[in-house]
């Protein structure tokens, strides 16, 4: 009975982030083809065009991860990855699936949008949660929390900066500080390879918070589109400098990223 409970929140799962994935898509496209104001002049189709690239990308990226973490680990040359880099794997799907929906979310609404979107997440990953072996308590107080806080920002009730605050926090402690984080959450221990997807989860918070902070400091959104995914290319660019090595991660599929995120950046901000 247990397998199979486990087999139909998997396919659950799977459905919400493909309905997800379409509805970001959707709302992605209905964009206008408009010139974007920065602060150097004006932006052409190059910038929304840029947005509309990232966007699709990152959420087709996280649902296929979520959807075949192992096979997602094989692109990228790990071809027997052990069962908690596999899971951890499709967390960070998750979690780029998040991102995307952020992004396309209307640029005035995405912060208090963005909490509902973290509890959608949270309750879609409970499959992996359940193989992580973190306490049901933690998670309902996360769904909670981002929806409390989704719907006190969008009436206006509570300042933007907590759920940037949430993604911050949250997206720091997953990338930089794994081992600590999965025991304050009484979560099992995970492998170097599954804390390091861990840290790849950590990286989509990271860039959504950056994103939402600088929507809320008044930046159009090519600019704010394009600071996250600068930040995504640096933590890309650290990942082959400073773990794909010790993990005998190749070089390649990050790299390419570092190069995608860094030119999709500078499309937004040229």
Request: charged residues 15%.
């Amino acid at each position: 009975r247990g397998r199979s409970e486990n087999k139909i929140a998997a396919a659950l799962s799977i459905i919400m982030y493909k309905l997800l994935l379409v509805l970001a898509s959707a709302q992605a496209l209905k964009r206008p083809q408009r010139a974007l104001s920065v602060r150097g002049g004006e932006l052409g189709l190059n910038a929304d065009t840029a947005i509309q690239v990232g966007t699709g990308l990152m959420g087709v990226a996280g649902a296929y991860t979520v959807i075949d973490p192992a096979g997602n680990l094989d692109k990228y040359g790990v071809s027997k990855p052990d069962a908690s880099a596999v899971n951890m794997m499709a967390w960070a799907g998750g979690w780029q699936v998040a991102l995307a929906a952020i992004y396309a979310a209307d640029a005035e609404k995405a912060v208090g949008l963005s909490g509902y979107v973290a509890a959608a997440n949270i309750v879609a990953l409970e499959p992996v949660r359940e193989v992580m072996g973190c306490p049901k308590a933690s998670q309902y107080a996360w769904i909670a929390i981002c929806t409390a806080l989704g719907y006190k920002t969008l009436s206006g009730d509570v300042s933007p900066w907590a759920l940037i605050a949430v993604y911050g926090m949250n997206g720091l402690q997953q990338h930089f500080m794994q081992d600590k984080t999965l025991e304050m959450y009484g979560c099992k221990k995970q492998s170097a390879l599954g804390k390091s997807m861990m840290g790849v989860a950590g990286n989509s918070m990271l860039m959504s918070a950056v994103y939402l902070g600088a929507l809320t400091q008044g930046k159009s959104q090519a600019e704010a589109f394009g600071i996250s995914w600068a930040v995504g290319a640096a933590l890309a660019a650290k990942f082959c400098i400073t773990e794909a090595d010790d993990l005998k991660v190749p070089k390649a599929g990050p790299g390419v990223w570092a190069v995608i995120s860094a030119g999709i950046a500078y499309a937004c901000l040229k």
